[in-house]
């Protein structure tokens, strides 16, 4: 890294090379400053809700990790992980640093991480005051005596109205996420969606946390009343946020936690949940928590009555609202509890043939980590229209920076460890996939979560199924008995043998890269 980079990085320490600083804002300021830059609107609940214009999802193609000496030989370089020089990174900073510096700037300085013992300190530079707003509520607050001594790890600058020209920057488009774990920094650019902040800081948790003994996972979690744990696994829109919000237990978190030799904590101070379709008799604590303080991407908003239209799509399925994790009531806080006594791996199966629910043995619960199998669904990542059948292995491929087998050692010794039951819950289709069929009703998965969670699947009888050796419960309280086996919900049973099949021998055909992994 050359002398004026090292400059430039300390100039980020004290902050004097911007024009104007606004420094660690109230919400209600935050609010205020981006109204007046007209950046966003009220709801009539009070949320602020702003567009993201042409990026309304992460832009997985456009991320890049500076490979230089000291991280060369630790990622997992590849499709995911794709590598740029050190001169990019300089140059792009360069560049960052000069649009910004005629600027005023907004700056978060917070934390990641609710186990004193493992957070990292995070400082965001912004030229938005609504996206400071945004990890403010997404990231864990300071008091005020521990801002005081704050002296950030890790710095994240995000320049949305910078584009990059990708024959001069070398960058694949305008749009820019470059990763220095060297030089702990990461720049944004080129995009307005506020997701790539938070998925930028979960890749650099997803590095550093396995070096001090800590499983980062892609997952939520909730603690009984009686301190027992549930980890919820699973892509966006597999219900995560969803079913970890629970009026009967505890939430720890709805995306990113760690699992250390003391238990689970969470990555996060907020919470950022899929709003398309929300309803408040489904999901009564997500409705009431998006209020004032909470951020509102790319939804409706009526111009007179500004009531918000969560089932409109007119700008992306993807649409999202961010809010600080105590607003959802009886979280726990400190984000921190025991050891998980159940494992639930969430799978959106737009093919329609996976059992709702099925019992996974410690060979099966490695075979379906390592998998990591759902349907993407539309909106998540720039250029998806409709679920997509896919492998992200972890459950978190795109934010994965070492090895898979990494990750899967860590979960596996802990599984065995603490003796977890682990479960696969399909919340996709049923009665034919995709177009035909329909999504698995709510009530009916909360119900599958609660027996699993309560022992009652411990004592129920199983079926094997013939074709995915999936160990199917015959009865589940509050679900009907032919909703549990999939083939009984279509009318074409030699199609769903078809698919069956299909999706099968595709879950054999991705496993065989993992087959050596140390698990």
Not at 96 to 117: M, Q
Not at 244 to 255: C, M, N, P
Not at 300 to 326: F, I, K, M
Not at 352 to 363: C, H, I, K, M, Q
Request: proline residues 6%.
């Amino acid at each position: 890294m050359s002398r004026d980079t090292v400059a430039n990085l300390s100039s980020l320490t004290d902050l004097t090379r911007f024009k104007k600083v606004f420094y660690n804002l109230s919400v209600p300021t935050l609010i205020e400053e981006s109204l007046r830059h007209n950046q966003g609107v009220l709801s009539r609940r009070g949320a602020i809700s702003v567009l993201t214009g042409k990026y309304t999802g992460r832009s997985p193609k456009d991320k890049f990790i500076v490979e230089e000496e000291t991280t060369r030989n630790d990622i997992w370089w590849g499709e995911v992980n794709r590598p740029a020089p050190p001169e990019v990174f300089e140059r792009l900073l360069g560049k960052v640093l000069t649009y910004l510096e005629k600027r005023a700037v907004f700056v978060f300085d917070g934390f990641a991480g609710a186990d004193p013992n493992y957070r990292l300190a995070v400082r965001f530079i912004n030229e938005f005051p609504w996206q400071n707003l945004f990890v403010h509520q997404l990231f864990l607050r300071p008091t005020a005596k521990e801002l005081g001594n704050h002296r950030a790890d890790f710095t994240v600058i995000c320049a949305p109205g910078l584009q990059a020209d990708p024959d001069v920057d070398g960058t694949r488009s305008e749009a820019f996420i470059l990763l220095n774990l060297r030089a702990r920094m990461v720049l944004i650019g080129g995009t307005h969606y506020a997701g790539e902040m938070k998925k930028s800081i979960f890749t650099v948790m997803n590095f550093l946390m396995p070096q001090r003994g800590v499983m980062p996972m892609h997952c939520s979690a909730n603690v009984g009343k009686e301190g027992d744990v549930a980890l919820f696994f699973g892509l966006s829109g597999t219900g995560k946020t969803t079913l970890s919000a629970d009026s009967e237990r505890h939430l720890i978190g709805d995306d990113e936690h760690g699992w250390s030799d003391d238990g689970v904590f969470n990555f996060e101070g907020g919470c950022y949940a899929k709003c398309i379709g929300l309803a408040r008799e489904n999901e009564p604590q997500i409705w009431e928590a998006i209020r004032f303080g909470s951020v509102l991407e790319n939804v409706v908003v009526d111009g007179e009555t500004r009531e918000v239209d969560y089932a409109s799509d007119r700008y992306t399925e993807n649409t999202r609202a961010a809010y600080p994790v105590d607003f959802i009531p009886g979280a726990r806080i400190p984000g921190m509890a025991g050891h998980p006594s159940t494992i639930l791996f969430l799978a959106a199966d737009a093919s329609g043939v996976l059992p709702p629910v099925s019992r996974l043995s410690f060979d099966q619960a490695m075979f379906y980590f390592l998998n990591g199998y759902t349907s993407k669904l539309a909106g998540t990542e720039r250029g998806v229209t409709e679920p997509q059948a896919t492998f992200s292995t972890c459950f978190g491929a795109p934010f994965l920076p070492l090895h898979p087998s990494r990750y899967a050692a860590m979960l596996g010794e802990r599984i065995k460890r603490h003796k977890s039951n682990v479960y696969l819950l399909n919340t996709g289709w049923t009665g034919g996939g995709y177009g035909q069929g329909r999504r698995i009703k709510l009530p009916y998965t909360r119900a599958m979560v609660t027996a699993a969670l309560n022992g009652d699947l411990q004592t129920v009888a199983y079926d094997k199924d013939p074709v995915f050796d999936l160990m199917i419960p015959r009865e589940c309280p509050h679900v009907p008995p032919e909703v549990l086996v999939p083939r009984n919900t279509w009318k074409d049973k030699t199609a769903f043998d078809q698919k069956a099949k299909e999706l099968a021998d595709r879950f054999a055909k991705n496993f065989e890269k993992y087959k050596h992994a140390d698990s």
